[in-house]
């Protein structure tokens, strides 16, 4: 063979090399961990974020990374001076004058004794589907999601919007990305944690990403911008309302705008108000039976966590909620909401 043959029979190599080097990095340099983009002004939480950052070392075993992720909650809570996670909610509220309306476009503003401010801006990796859209989310102390929808007061993290289940459910094609959220800094070291812990068992087990689109922590009221005009997503729609029932089909929905699918408002005495709560992967698809990804609901289904992870990956498998748990956080499971109701998209530090 000729030289000239040889180097252009070693063209369509070379051209895959080029190709999988991107991906062999990807695949096995580790995401940098969380972080707080207010890090010159609260030194102390970035420090503890820093100490608390997950180890991801080769062939990690599950339990070496439950013990591990134990080791560091435990670690970080008695940094913070944590005991009870209820703990945190007392302290803020002991920050805020008596008989005043609790709201974190307040709460954010103060600072705690040492000069750190209570609002912090968190920066965690997570798993999206590969054509997923980010989406800049806006706060503001308002009656109704629409006026922050219109008037964008102030811009607080982002959202990740996916039209398709088949994406959704493709796990072999999801990325890595980050999510921005603003939490309480006292409360940021253990949201970190739990989103980190999410996003590294999909690092070592891609049958395990989860797809964590929105994370909702400090806020009264929250939309992205209604600006965007019409949209359709897909979602799935079940038989019933309360039954045990998988049997579901997927629903083409059509909006107005985003803003009708991400919004939100908290009541005043909801933990979102002092940065110290977290839905996860909750939105608002009208028009489907029982079929936003992690209502609030009564239906039997919905305690079958697994089975409606399997059906649509944007639901949290019961794994996340044992994370949760170990945490020490308040979890569906554990409370009763409006009946029989179910608030599956949240979790937080408690009241009492």
């Known amino acids: 063979m000729s030289s000239q043959v040889l180097a252009w029979s070693l063209v369509p190599a070379l051209f895959l090399g080029l190709c999988l080097v991107p991906a062999a990095k990807a695949a096995g340099v580790p995401p940098p961990p969380p972080k707080i983009l207010e890090a010159a002004r609260a030194p102390r939480t970035a420090g503890i974020l820093r100490q608390v950052a997950l180890t991801y070392a080769p062939q990690m075993s599950e339990r070496d990374r439950e013990i591990d992720f134990l080791q560091k909650v435990t670690l970080a809570k008695r940094l913070l001076g944590v005991g ?5 909610r007392h302290e803020t509220l002991a920050l805020l004058p008596p008989g005043q309306e609790v709201s974190w476009e307040d709460v954010r503003r103060r600072r705690w004794p040492g000069g750190e401010p209570v609002g912090v801006t968190l920066e965690v990796p997570v798993w999206v589907p590969d054509r997923a859209q980010r989406l800049k989310a806006y706060s503001g102390f308002e009656p109704k999601w629409q006026t922050v929808a219109l008037n964008t007061p102030r811009p607080s993290g982002c959202v990740w919007f996916v039209r398709t289940l088949a994406e959704v459910n493709d796990k072999t094609r999801y990325r890595p990305e980050t999510i921005q959220v603003e939490v309480n ?6 949201a970190a944690l739990l989103l980190s812990y999410i996003f590294r068992e999909g690092w070592y087990d891609p049958a395990k990403r989860l797809p964590l689109l929105v994370v909702r922590a400090g806020e009264d009221t929250y939309a992205v911008s ?15 309302n309360d039954g045990a029932s998988m049997d579901a089909i997927v629903a083409q929905c059509s909006y107005n705008s985003l803003a009708e699918i991400f919004h939100g408002r908290h009541a005043p005495a909801s933990n979102h108000r002092l940065g110290l709560a977290m839905d996860i992967n909750d939105f608002n698809y009208a028009g489907v039976v029982d079929g936003t990804p992690n209502p609030i609901s009564r239906s039997l289904r919905q305690y079958n966590r697994d089975a409606m992870h399997k059906i649509d990956a944007r639901q949290l498998p019961m794994w996340v909620y044992r994370a949760a748990g170990w945490v020490g956080l308040r979890i569906p499971q554990s409370w009763a909401y409006y009946g029989y109701n179910v608030d599956w998209p949240h979790v937080d530090v408690g009241t009492k």
């Not at 009870?84 to 945190?88: A, E, F, N, P, S």
């Open 84 to 88: 009870r996670l209820v703990g945190l």
């Open 185 to 190: 800094s006292k409360f940021a070291p253990l």
């Open 226 to 240: 209604a600006a965007s005009g019409p949209v359709s997503a897909e979602c799935l729609s079940f038989p019933d």
